[in-house]
């Protein structure tokens, strides 16, 4: 079975960013509503710098004043050493203030990019959740998301402070010893360099590890997804080797990765040392006349290379530097590698920001209407009569559904359907059948604009649909879809998902209509029940009895029922039949059915072959044609 990971994969984990200051800039624009926190941390930063740096500054001193022995100086002593304990102190604070400052920065960057996002995919047409599978969606939320955070509260405040410290240490430096600076910006760049090629080494890796947990992500989501299934066929076992290949492959890049990974902290830690060595070396060697050696002074090579001579107590605190440059430096080039990888996620959430809007070029609106003085007029009053309000111009809502020629193509390459022309009267019930991916789900697609069509017209009361708004559209379309959805919630919250304002009364009439009363009732808490993600606590009859009651519930002038009854038994589908009588009284109804008992009393029944009607004509018509229709009928033993 190929795992969903590979796609996946292509897409997703593992890339860098393309425009990553263009990004980066993007990002900092959502800071704006909180910029005081940001002047706050970036003072913190500083203070962080300085506090921390210049303590280590004051080992020089702490040292000179041990030269002289501690009892010449006893309150110099103890005035460093509370000087240096308050720097601490500041350190730890500022450090401390800026983590949490930063955390709720970024908290407010991504409550901001989250809602951007989940409000841009409800704008979003159809075809952009049809192209993409569930983990590719749901990783906009997840990796990508996670990889931003991550680059806000720690990666760039990582970032900064290293910077930050490391101004700090070169200009500290330069007051204690020119010849130790030249060593450190040695020991910088070799370091720099080091980094570089490790880094250029594990990313690679990193991508492939990035790769490989996708796919095991990918493989388990679709196993999880698909268990049922496995299950009946009992393919555990091949469901477990599959996994394994993914797991023993993510082990071994894994571990590639990480040994490279591992090799940085010893590395690091080894050039830091050969390079404390050296300042010893340099240090001892250009060490400066201790007192009492003052006629070397007056040696011609000390005194004319005075500027280059390094103090004992200058050495030690030097010392301390050179560890702090290689920790910095490593630092920032372990940061700048990651926030490349963080902002390759926030450039993918960008670009879903970005993507176009489904488009609804439609100017007609629907109102509700009462009639005066054999007029229309607009009213808020739930009349239960509707109208088009073109410019100023009212025209009553019948129903009136027209097919002129229309052809169809999902991808713009496999033509699904063809010459459909078709017409429904206001009332009229009009039937498609046919078999499996001959186009029927497809006609309710173009009528309520999940896609649009290529060529051909389809007017809705003489309205072309293409100006109709399309919330306009839809919400006169009361529709059971083929895929019955519930939400998480209670029964009575799904019916009333029909309906937002309907009163518990009118769900509860809705489900009469659809005969789910009887077993809603019988459920535990009744109408209170707690469904579970998709009803799963519930049969599939039992889902689609909802679905019924949550279209009627929203009293649609025009329903869409797509296989709304396939699960139902034929004896409970007797018994919603006078009720869905009742629903389909005085609206146009399309009912798209296998299951021909259903469509039997149409008023015309179309039959769809390959995209095209091959046939069309009421019951007793179509089976005196002795057709496909008739061929269908007489193959189904329920007919006969
Ligand atoms: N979102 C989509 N993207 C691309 N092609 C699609 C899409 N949905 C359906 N198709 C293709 O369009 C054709 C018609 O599909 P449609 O769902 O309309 O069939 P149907 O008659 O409703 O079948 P069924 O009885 O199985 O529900 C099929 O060949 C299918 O592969
Ligand atoms: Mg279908």
């Known amino acids: ?77 103890a005035a460093l050493l509370i000087g240096m304990s308050i720097l601490y102190a500041i350190a730890v ?22 809602k951007e996002m989940f409000e841009k995919m409800q704008s979003l047409p159809i075809s952009f959740f049809d192209g993409r599978t569930h983990g590719e969606l749901m990783s906009y939320y997840t990796n990508d998301t996670e990889a931003v955070n991550e ?9 900064l402070i290293s910077i930050s410290s490391l101004v700090f240490v070169f200009g500290l430096m330069a007051s204690l010893s020119i010849p130790v600076v030249f060593i450190m910006i040695c020991m910088g ?45 009992t393919h555990e076992d091949k469901a477990k080797a599959g996994f394994k290949v993914h797991n023993d492959e993510l082990c071994k890049v894994a571990t590639d990765a990480n040994t490279y990974a591992s090799i940085v902290g010893p ?40 500027a280059f001579l390094v103090e004992g107590s200058a050495l030690i605190a030097s010392l301390q530097f050179v560890r702090q440059v290689s920790n910095r430096i490593s630092q920032i080039s372990q940061q700048f590698n990651s ?31 009462e009639e005066k003085d054999g007029t229309l007029k607009e009213t808020d009053r739930r009349t239960g009569h509707w109208a088009w309000k073109r410019d100023n111009e009212l025209i009553p809502l019948r129903g ?33 059948v046919g078999s499996t991916g001959a186009g029927k789900t497809t006609i309710t697609n173009l009528i309520n604009r999940f896609y649009d069509i290529a060529d051909g017209t389809i007017t809705y009361d003489g309205i072309p649909v293409r100006e109709i708004k399309k919330n306009a559209l839809r919400s006169s379309l009361g529709m059971v879809l083929q895929d019955t959805h519930l939400f998480s919630g209670t029964v009575m919250e799904n019916i009333r998902y029909g309906r937002l304002d309907a009163t518990d009364e009118e769900c509860i009439e809705a489900a009469k209509i659809a005969n789910a009363d009887f077993f809603i009732t019988h459920l535990p808490e009744g109408y209170q029940t707690q469904l579970v993600a998709d009803g799963a606590n ?103």
């Open 151 to 159: 680059l806000l509260h720690h990666s760039i405040t990582q970032m």
């Open 1 to 77: 079975m190929p795992p969903r990971g590979s796609s996946f994969n292509s897409k997703m984990g593992g890339k860098r960013a393309e425009k990553p200051l263009k990004t980066l800039l993007r990002l900092f624009r959502y800071f704006k509503n909180c910029t005081g926190i940001l002047i706050v941390s970036i003072i913190s930063i500083l203070a962080y710098s300085a506090a921390s740096n210049y303590a280590v500054l004051m080992t020089k001193q702490l040292v000179k004043v041990l030269e002289a022995g501690i009892g010449a100086d006893m309150a110099k002593y």
């Open 93 to 114: 604070v500022t450090n401390f203030l800026l983590n949490r400052l930063m955390l709720s920065c970024s908290a407010r960057v991504m409550c901001a990019l989250r």
């Open 267 to 306: 590395l690091m830690n080894n050039i830091s040392h050969i390079f404390y060595a050296i300042t010893c070396t340099v240090g001892v060697l250009l060490a400066a006349p201790v007192p009492g050696e003052e006629f070397l002074l007056e040696n011609t090579w000390f005194a004319s290379h005075q």
């Open 538 to 640: 519930l049969s599939q009859g039992q889902r689609q009895l909802i679905a019924i009651a949550r279209a009627a519930v929203s009293d649609p002038p025009v329903l869409i029922l797509d296989e709304a009854t396939s699960s139902i038994d034929t004896r409970t589908e007797k018994h919603i039949e006078k009720g869905m009588d009742a629903l389909m009284k005085g609206r146009t109804v399309f009912v798209i059915a296998h299951r021909l008992s259903t469509v039997r009393n149409s008023d015309c029944i179309m039959v769809l072959e390959h995209g095209r009607i091959i046939e069309r004509g009421d019951h007793n018509a179509l089976l005196a044609q002795r057709g496909k229709y008739y061929e269908l009928c007489t193959g189904t033993s329920e007919l006969s």
């Open 189 to 233: 760049v070799t370091v720099f360099y080091v980094m570089r090629g490790v880094t250029k080494k594990s990313r690679k890796n990193f991508k492939k590890q990035q790769y490989e947990l996708a796919a095991v992500n990918g493989y388990i989501e679709e196993m999880i997804e698909g268990q049922k299934v496995v299950k009946v066929f």
């Open 339 to 369: 926030i490349l990888l963080a902002l390759a996620g926030a450039e993918r959430i960008f670009a879903l920001i970005d993507m176009p809007a489904e488009v609804d070029e439609g100017t007609v609106t629907l109102v509700r209407v």
């Open 400 to 432: 009136e559904v027209k097919f002129a020629d229309v052809d169809f193509s999902y991808d713009g390459k496999k033509q699904v359907l063809t010459d459909v022309t078709l017409y429904a009267h206001p009332g009229q019930k009009i039937a498609f």
